[in-house]
């Protein structure tokens, strides 16, 4: 009944904050690590250098990809027909195609005019490829998150970003200390879960 509903209902929520919590956790840990290691043994330039590029990245990946996601999970779960669901996601994608130009449009802007000065113009393209990427992933999971099916994605989520940190932390204990190709698995990786999520 009603009440054997509501149980399995709740059930289903503490599974997915659980994984969602988890993959997350281990996914900040592994990239804290890895910030750690190039604080320890690249030193302050390189650790103000890579700050610099992520805030830079993030800041692009706001206007590029973000928004999308909290919002079309809440419209694609009032939609009861395929049709208005197929309809709805044409009009996100296009949205977030907009997006998406202006996102590259800041890009180009911050490398041609910032990129130098305070970080490797490479090292900026580098996490900002990876933070869209990220980003972008997000909206393409709205139909698993929609379902309250977010298991697969945390755990694609949690992949891609570990490996390319387990992979930078690698490179720099192996000897690479140039920034753009230690960093060199981050791009990859969000090139990789954007894939990933799309076919999800």
Not at 60 to 67: E, K, P, T, Y
Not at 96 to 120: K, P, T
């Amino acid at each position: 009944g009603a009440r054997a509903q509501a149980g399995v209902c709740s059930m289903l929520v503490i599974k997915n904050a659980f994984w969602l919590s988890v993959c997350r956790f281990a996914a900040d840990f592994s990239s804290l690590v890895l910030f750690t290691f190039i604080s320890r043994d690249l030193g302050p330039a390189s650790t103000g250098e890579y700050s610099y590029a992520f805030a830079l990245g993030a800041f692009i990946a706001i206007f590029a990809a973000s928004g999308l996601d909290q919002y079309g999970v809440r419209q694609y779960m009032r939609l009861t027909t395929d049709e208005e669901r197929a309809s709805c996601w044409r009009s996100m994608l296009v949205a977030q195609a907009l997006q998406l130009v202006m996102g590259l449009g800041l890009l180009g802007l911050a490398i041609a005019y910032l990129g130098g000065r305070n970080a490797d113009p490479l090292v900026i393209l580098e996490l900002t490829v990876f933070l869209v990427g990220w980003g972008l992933s997000r909206t393409f999971f709205i139909p698993a998150s929609a379902r309250q099916a977010m298991a697969v994605p945390a755990f694609i989520e949690l992949g891609c970003r570990a490996i390319a940190a387990l992979i930078s932390l690698l490179l720099l204990l192996g000897g690479v200390h140039s920034m753009p190709l230690m960093l060199l698995p981050f791009p990859i990786a969000g090139v990789i879960l954007m894939g990933l999520s799309m076919r999800n």
